[in-house]
């Protein structure tokens, strides 16, 4: 059984530039990564991407604009744009049982936030 989420993650990468995750904070409590069981790239819904936005009238962040986009969260991604999912064994520290957990990292959006990838928890497995 397995529960779906879209929250937002603070994680940590792993030294030696492959990308995958070594640790993550999900609502105030740390997991350390104790394994990566899988890697794959999912394809982002177009209908979330900047243009199909800035169709339905949203603000949206545009390189060398200064609009803002109104949900600061929101995915900038275009309508090509893939996310990178690893699916990871954590626990929150000694003595407590690991988990399984789906985090994905979107690509960074051109122009946009602070320059890093934004991280999503989307999927506990029991």
Aim: proline share 5%; aromatic share 8%; net charge neutral.
């Amino acid at each position: 059984m397995s529960r779906s989420f879209d929250e937002v993650v603070h994680v940590k990468v792993g030294e030696g530039g492959s990308g995958e995750p070594s640790a993550f904070v999900w609502r105030g409590r740390l997991f350390v990564v104790r394994e990566v069981l899988a890697s794959w790239s999912a394809r982002l819904p177009w209908w979330q991407g900047v243009a199909a936005r800035a169709l339905r009238g949203e603000a949206v962040e545009v390189r060398g604009s200064s609009a803002l986009a109104r949900d600061l969260g929101a995915r900038a991604a275009g309508p090509a744009a893939d996310e990178q999912v690893w699916r990871v064994v954590a626990s929150a520290g000694f003595g407590v049982e690991p988990g399984t957990f789906e985090l994905a990292c979107e690509p960074v959006a051109a122009g946009g936030g602070d320059g890093g990838p934004r991280w999503r928890l989307v999927r506990v497995v029991d």
